[in-house]
C-alpha cells in the first residue's frame, strides 16, 4: 500500500517561510511524477507545483518566484520550499504520486496558515 506522509505546516506570519516534505513508500519513487495542492476552505483543489520524475518544474502563477518544488529520490521525498508567504496562500496542502500506470496516490493534506 502506497502512502505518502507530510509534514512541515503550521502557523506563519506574512513574509515568512516554510517548507513542506511528503516522504512516499513508494518502491519506483523517481519514476513517479509529483507534486503539490491546495485547497482553501470554499475553493477547488488547486494545483500548486509539480515535479516530473526527469525533474522539471511546473508552478501555478501565483507561486512563481516565491515557492520551490524539489525531490530526493534516495530519500523518496519531495519537498516544497515556501517563502514570502501571504496570507491568500492559506490552505491545506496535499501531496500527489502521479504515474501513468498507477494513477495517483494523495497525502493526508498539512494546514498551512498565514496570519498575523
Known amino acids: 500500500q502506497v502512502q505518502l506522509v507530510e509534514s512541515g505546516g503550521g502557523l506563519v506570519q506574512p513574509g515568512g517561510s516554510l517548507r513542506l516534505s511528503c516522504a512516499a513508500s513508494i518502491s519506483i519513487f523517481r519514476l513517479y511524477d509529483m507534486g503539490w495542492y491546495r485547497q482553501a476552505p470554499g475553493k477547488q483543489r488547486e494545483l500548486v507545483a509539480s515535479i516530473t520524475s526527469g525533474g522539471s518544474t511546473n508552478y501555478a502563477d501565483s507561486v512563481k518566484g516565491r515557492f520551490t518544488i524539489s525531490r530526493d529520490n534516495a530519500k523518496n521525498t519531495v519537498y516544497l520550499q515556501m517563502n514570502s508567504l501571504k496570507p491568500e496562500d492559506t490552505a491545506v496542502y496535499y501531496c500527489?504520486?502521479?504515474?501513468?500506470?498507477?494513477?495517483?496516490?494523495w497525502g493526508q493534506g498539512n494546514q498551512v496558515t498565514v496570519s498575523s
Open positions: 500527489n504520486a502521479h504515474h501513468q500506470w498507477s494513477g495517483d496516490y
